[in-house]
């Protein structure tokens, strides 16, 4: 056989992708041993898998970041039907009742945030050590310091998830 590129010369070697015959000058121009067009080749198949790699990296971060905000939505609409149910109980079930209108909008808020709160407790779940999980009074208490908690640090919560999602629909923007 002689060589694809100089046919006065004998081969040493063939190209690796399609086996024409490469003299020793051609056989080691490339590692591993390839002839010019199949070399060109393999550069722009190595460019366009960098191009596919790099878009699906962008296409996952775009994702999450769409995730967060559909999370905040969701968490927001639970706050609403909490906010709705707390306004409604003090006006009709508790002797107080509601006082004016910056009452029911305080207590809307505060209600409207409990969500946001039992979320970061339920994020917190994981790092709940393991010999705990399986006894049913922990669960019992849990769930009662939970809803506490959860109302106490509901407004804190919600500012966070409020500043952060901002933040990712700016990002999210930014990357259309
Ligand atoms: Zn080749
Ligand atoms: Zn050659």
Redesign the pocket.
């Known amino acids: 056989m002689k060589c694809?590129n100089h046919p006065d010369r004998e081969a040493v070697a063939t190209?690796?992708?399609?086996?024409?015959g490469l003299c020793r000058e051609c056989a080691e121009k490339y590692t591993p041993c390839?002839?010019?067009?199949?070399?060109a080749k393999s550069q722009r198949d190595q460019q366009q898998q960098a191009q596919n790699k790099e878009e699906q990296r962008k296409q996952k971060y775009k994702d999450a970041l769409v995730d967060t905000r559909s999370e905040f939505i969701k968490t927001s609409v639970i706050g609403i039907i909490v906010g709705i149910i707390f306004v409604w109980y003090q006006a009709t079930q508790t002797t107080e009742g509601i006082d004016g209108f910056s009452d029911c909008v305080g207590t809307f808020f505060v209600a409207f945030c409990i969500p946001f709160g039992w979320k970061f407790f339920t994020y917190l779940q994981s790092f709940i050590p393991i010999f705990l999980i399986g006894t049913w009074w922990f669960w019992f208490i849990y769930l009662a310091v939970k809803i506490v908690l959860s109302l106490l640090a509901g407004v804190p919560a919600f500012i966070y998830q409020l500043v952060k999602t901002i933040l990712t629909q700016r990002k999210i923007n930014r990357l259309d």
Do not use: R
């Not at 390839?34 to 070399?39: D, G, K, L, N, V």
């Open positions: 694809f190209c690796q992708k399609c086996g024409k390839m002839c010019e067009p199949c070399a």
